[in-house]
């Protein structure tokens, strides 16, 4: 007996060995050469089929994702009832001696929306809520961002990425996002200066245009450019401009969310007849104590007054079902941070600790992942290909697997693989993360075979050279082969 499983061992892993050799084969197209790729394939029950640098670590860039929503599925309880604690609301604390002031707390939303055709979750029915209380005249308005520490970035993100939608700035009160536009308008003719504006009236920082308008003759490229002038809130926008071209819109990542929320605020209480005073951005900062042994604690300033009113934020699902089809990075760190709270303070430490804690029972092997921060902007974030598919295998053991697997982009369908596997075997039966950075493809997830049988695989390519062919063909054209020969 011991004679035969050893043979048969060795017979499995002959067979891994061939279409691991195949597969490396596929992924080592021209143009692509100092790529180096990772990839595990597994059966649903465990069974190894390709083994591609299993136990490598690599940047997972949105990979990340996959842990900081399974860990919500697995700690935060039914995704699908509306938390009114994650709410937003305003309150109305009195003044001696002067009118009261109005209050603006964030409750860590994600979805919070100010727009005109906004129809839930919206700021304006706050600013209903204040007026339809008789209140006329108010003192200040106070944002209160202290729900979270005052951390907006990630540890190890790339400094040009905080002014992009991608690098979005993280907050307890946070509105569309913690994004603006910047509309350029190209001029009638080459040579006259482009207009630049923001899209909406309110002119949240200092805008500095050195736009271009150039002729609309082949060989003439425009490229518009958004960067933070160094020690100043200003934006200035550079580049070149077609003349004659349609209006380009620009979005631009605000580098003070909660004093934004309550510009925004001032602009609805202003607009609804409320006479008003100073706006005033509060951000908890968390302090260290005498004893250096123990941790930073919070210092927060407690809330006084009365709360006149409180949004219920849509159903928890629908937030992590949205960052994960859109790879959405604000709503990832705020998820991390809403984690953080369970046993901590709301850090994004907080939050990777109940990440790692979940790891740990998931019996991942400690070498084999490291996180530093919930949406994998971070250049430090590391894990390995075997670890990940063994992990997937472990959430669909869960009683929450199925739902987990219902936020994964579909290949063909929706999300970031909506244009990824169109019209291949794989069409609508690879639900699968994606994660893109400089240098960095990655995917895993499940994926359904020509023979039916349900596959788990994850797949990576680091260290792309800067010119290099994309890795995305490569890549989905030997999951595509692996689909079609098992």
């Known amino acids: 007996m011991r004679v035969l499983l050893s043979a048969?061992?060795?017979?499995?892993?002959?067979?891994?060995?061939?279409?691991?050799?195949?597969?490396?084969?596929?992924?080592?197209?021209?143009?692509?050469?100092?790529?180096?790729?990772?990839?595990?394939?597994?059966?649903?029950?465990?069974?190894?089929l390709i083994a591609i640098r299993p136990n490598e670590r690599f940047s997972p860039a949105s990979n990340t994702k996959l842990f900081t929503v399974a860990a919500a599925f697995h700690r935060l309880g039914d995704l699908t009832v509306p938390d009114p604690a994650m709410g937003t609301s305003v309150r109305l604390e009195a003044r001696e001696g002067r009118p009261p002031d109005i209050v603006l707390v964030g409750g860590g939303d994600a979805m919070l929306i100010d727009a005109a055709d906004c129809e839930r979750d919206c700021l304006s029915d706050l600013a209903d809520a204040v007026v339809a209380n008789g209140i006329t005249r108010i003192g200040a308005i106070i944002a209160d961002d202290q729900l979270y520490p005052h951390q907006p970035w990630g540890y190890g993100w790339s400094q040009e990425d905080m002014i992009k939608r991608s690098g979005e700035p993280v907050s307890a009160l946070t509105v569309n996002n913690n994004e603006t536009m910047v509309v350029v308008r190209p001029a009638a003719t080459a040579s006259q200066p482009a207009i630049v504006e923001w899209l909406e009236p309110t002119p949240w920082f200092p805008l500095l245009s050195d736009i271009e308008t150039i002729e609309a003759i082949e060989g003439n490229e425009a490229g518009i450019t958004v960067e933070r002038v160094a020690k100043s809130s200003a934006i200035r926008v550079y580049g070149r401009v077609l003349a004659g071209g349609a209006a380009v819109n620009v979005p631009v990542a605000v580098d003070d969310p909660a004093r934004v929320a309550a510009l925004r605020f001032q602009r609805l209480l202003a607009e609804r007849g409320v006479e008003m005073g100073a706006v005033i951005a509060g951000y908890r900062r968390d302090v260290t104590s005498a004893d250096t042994d123990t941790k930073p604690r919070p210092h927060v300033i407690e809330r006084q007054g009365v709360e006149l009113a409180r949004l219920v934020p849509p159903p928890l699902i629908e937030d992590v079902t949205f960052l994960m089809k859109q790879s959405q990075n604000l709503h990832a760190e705020l998820l991390l941070r809403r984690l953080g709270l369970i046993e901590g303070g709301g850090s994004t430490e907080d939050g990777l600790s109940v990440v790692n804690a979940m790891l740990t029972e998931a019996r991942a092997e400690r070498f084999s992942w490291d996180f530093a921060d919930g949406s994998g902007m971070s250049i430090y974030n590391r894990v390995t290909p075997r670890m990940v598919a063994n992990f997937l295998r472990w959430t669909s053991q869960q009683t929450w697997g199925e739902a987990f697997r219902a936020t994964l982009p579909v290949g063909g369908v929706d999300g970031t693989l909506r244009r990824r596997?169109?019209?291949?075997?794989?069409?609508?039966?690879?639900?699968?993360?994606?994660?893109?950075?400089?240098?960095?493809?990655?995917?895993s997830?499940?994926?359904?075979?020509?023979?039916?049988?349900t596959l788990i695989f994850s797949a990576f390519a680091n260290d792309r050279p800067p010119g290099a062919d994309s890795t995305i063909v490569a890549l989905d054209a030997t999951l595509v082969e692996i689909a079609e020969t098992n």
């Open 8 to 48: 048969l061992a060795a017979i499995a892993l002959s067979a891994c060995a061939s279409l691991s050799d195949r597969a490396s084969a596929s992924l080592a197209a021209p143009g692509l050469e100092g790529t180096r790729w990772g990839l595990v394939v597994t059966t649903m029950d465990g069974r190894e």
């Open 445 to 453: 997830g499940f994926m359904t075979t020509r023979s039916g049988q």
């Open 421 to 443: 596997f169109a019209g291949t075997s794989l069409e609508g039966r690879i639900s699968a993360k994606t994660g893109t950075l400089a240098g960095v493809n990655a995917l």
